[in-house]
């Protein structure tokens, strides 16, 4: 098992990282909790992981703080959740909010994070709702980052929130609604993500 990786910052193309660990280039997924804490591409960046084998492909997780991978690990366990609806959750919503949405059995906001209907949102509640004192989350600390220059932020922002589940017209609604000029890539989809739990 793949836990941890130190290395050069190669890429950073929501919701997927390039990092090179002593020329070994290692693609990983990440939620946007993470990219908000990255360092510039080519700086020194270290990620606790997750290692997913299947049949047909061995996808590596990864996270800036251990209490993200935990809630993952956590999250995954849930009958019907995979990594994709896991990473939509820990994009969409804090850590705290997350578990607030649990301890208070809010499903109206946890419906509003892409890929989760009401179905999901009522197991997530019944299947957490006794693990969450055991888990042992605190608080993720929120960061930025600059953007990258070699292509239009506004583009990038657009393709990460069509990762994470939104539609395209969708992704431009919202980032015509709450984005302004000179934000990062990462302040774009925080602001858009915002907007959509209004």
């Known amino acids: ?68 991978r935990v809630l993952f690990r956590a999250l995954l366990k849930v009958n019907g959740v995979g990594a994709k609806v896991a990473l939509a959750i820990l994009s969409g919503l804090s850590t705290d909010e997350f578990l607030s949405c649990i301890a208070t059995k809010d499903i109206a906001a946890l419906i509003r994070v892409p890929g989760i209907g009401k179905k999901t949102a009522e197991r997530l509640l019944v299947e957490l709702q006794d693990k969450v004192e055991s888990l042992g989350i605190g608080t993720v600390p929120a960061g930025s980052t600059a953007p990258r220059n070699d292509e239009p932020v506004r583009s990038q922002a657009e393709e990460a929130l069509a990762a994470l589940g939104y539609k395209p017209a969708e992704a431009v609604k919202l980032l015509d609604k709450s984005a302004a000029d000179g934000q990062s890539v990462e302040q774009m989809i925080r602001a858009a993500l915002r907007a959509a739990s209004r």
Do not use: C, W
């Not at 946007?32 to 591409?41: A, N």
């Open 1 to 68: 098992m793949i836990g941890r990786l130190t290395g050069s910052l190669l890429e950073k193309n929501p919701p997927s990282l390039l990092i090179d660990v002593q020329g070994v280039g290692y693609e990983v997924d990440a939620p946007m909790s993470t990219f908000y804490t990255l360092p510039t591409v080519g700086e020194t960046v270290a990620l606790f992981t997750h290692l997913v084998v299947r049949e047909d492909a061995q996808l590596l997780y990864g996270f800036s703080t251990s209490t993200e």
